[in-house]
């Protein structure tokens, strides 16, 4: 008899039924950043127990809201061709943290439109929940959408549960360097999952690391930004409510996924 294929299910004898393609995973997409500062001793409150906060001199409250609107697929690139399986959205939030005296990124908030990008998120350590997110596209033709370029303007909102939790604006003023400095890290994650006991130990409890691979970067443009957040009755992103924005950046991201690196676990 076959051992069961498939990552990570349903398992069958040939793996074809899985939710997820085997690794290499490919990402091509365009993202929208709003990057802002909070209170500090609210990203405490976002980080479990055994990760600190980034040091005082590292701007330990500051956040990246990302927006992003993703074409994937495998290492076969078979959903290309059949772009229901590969073409997704999702809008996150990356803090910086400390975790056995190395500065990482950590994704604490993360929705997503697509069972396979949760799915996928779920086996890195990002804590995915679905939600409704929209991100203004540029165009080079018509008028239907900004240009990349000085005055383009750009909108997007993120809504889950039928509640809207957050919407954003950035208008592009030049060209720069960089799309911001907290996202900037390698991603340091926890992998969790319950006992079927349900008696308050975790079957799953590890500490993990990754970074992109054969990373493609296109041009910067960054310019003003607006950010609001809103109350949901199964959120807590108000947590993160800005204080202060620091800017806003559009910028178009290749990278492939081809594993990560366990710190701690069992």
Known sequence: MSYPQGLPFPRTASGGASLLPQLPWHYSGDLLTVEYRTNPDNVRKVLPPDVELANDDEDPGAVAFIWADWQSCGADYEELLDPVRGQYKEAFVVVRCRYEGQLYSRCVFIWVDKDFALMRGYLQGYPKKFGSIHQTRPITVGSAGPRLEPGGRFGMTLAANDRRLATATVTLENSVTSNGFVNGHPMLHHRWFP???????????????????????????????????????????????????IGGYFRSVGTTFAGGRTLHGV
């Open 195 to 245: 006992r079927i006991e349900l008696d308050g130990r975790d079957s799953l409890s590890e500490v993990v690391t990754m970074s992109g691979v054969n990373v493609e970067l296109g041009p910067v443009y960054g310019g003003r930004a607006t950010l609001d957040v809103f109350d949901s009755p199964t959120e807590e992103l108000t947590l993160l409510a800005p204080e202060e924005i």
